[in-house]
């Protein structure tokens, strides 16, 4: 069975530092890959996902980016981070080409000072 | 129209109750449905999935009506364990994302 690993748990950064969140994945190749931001009370939003090495789709138009070095190893980032970018960043993965459900990592707390 | 709609709730319901969930999406074409619990700071976890006949898991049911594009979960003998958001999640195809609603915020009291 898959497992996701996503680091820190929490992080404090100020405002107009960078960030960088990496996400890896074990036990399934090719996999789909999502980043997913969530606003305290609020539900699951999009930011990026991945069919593939090098591939990523942008879902809402902001201050991050997202990357795909390897098969399983997903990136978040950003030059500049904003107040409005505090949230809880998840990492979800799923099977390739399948409509299996996806599996989130347990997720990074950010908030933004 | 949201892709995904939900009750957002909350449901405060008593230890033992039943509790119903609906949940309606606008994309005929959906091909795949789950339902996901998310608990206080938590991440969405996998509840379970939903089939065209319905389907048990111990105290959960999930239903799929086709026809009227929507998914419904019951629950019995409620738990305080139970008290969590529900969220209704479909997909069209393999490599599209997920669709997640906003979730239904259920409270069991004792």
């Known amino acids: 069975s898959q497992t996701i690993h996503q680091w820190p748990a929490t992080l404090v950064q100020p405002v107009g530092s960078p960030l960088s969140l990496e996400c890896t994945v074990e036990?399934?190749?090719?996999?789909?890959l999502y980043w997913y931001r969530q606003a305290a009370g609020r539900g699951l939003q999009l930011l990026f996902y991945?069919?593939?090495?090098?591939?990523i789709s942008s879902e809402v138009p902001q201050n991050l980016s997202a990357s795909r070095p390897q098969d399983r190893q997903f990136i978040l980032s950003s030059k500049k981070l904003l107040l409005s970018d505090s949230g809880f960043y998840l990492c979800?993965?799923?099977?390739?080409?399948?409509?299996?459900?996806?599996?989130f990592g347990d997720g990074t707390r950010l908030s933004i000072l | 129209r949201k892709e995904v709609e939900q009750d957002p709730g909350p449901f405060n319901v008593p230890e033992g109750a039943t509790v119903a969930f609906n949940c309606t999406y606008s994309?005929?074409?959906?091909?795949?449905f789950f339902w996901y619990r998310q608990d206080c700071r938590k991440e969405p976890k996998l509840l379970m999935s939903?089939?065209?006949s319905g389907n048990e898991d111990g105290r959960f049911t999930a239903q799929l009506n086709r026809a009227s594009q929507y998914i419904s979960l019951l629950i019995r003998d409620s738990k305080l364990s139970d008290s969590a958001t529900y969220l209704c999640?479909?997909?069209?195809?393999?490599?599209?994302?997920?669709?997640f609603g906003k979730g239904t915020r259920l409270s069991v009291i004792a």
């Open positions: 979800a993965c799923k099977a390739g080409g399948s409509s299996q459900p996806q599996h």
């Open positions: 036990g399934t190749s090719n996999p789909n």
């Open positions: 991945s069919v593939g090495i090098g591939q």
């Open positions: 994309n005929s074409a959906s091909q795949s």
């Open positions: 939903v089939y065209s």
């Open positions: 999640v479909v997909t069209y195809s393999g490599n599209t994302p997920l669709v």
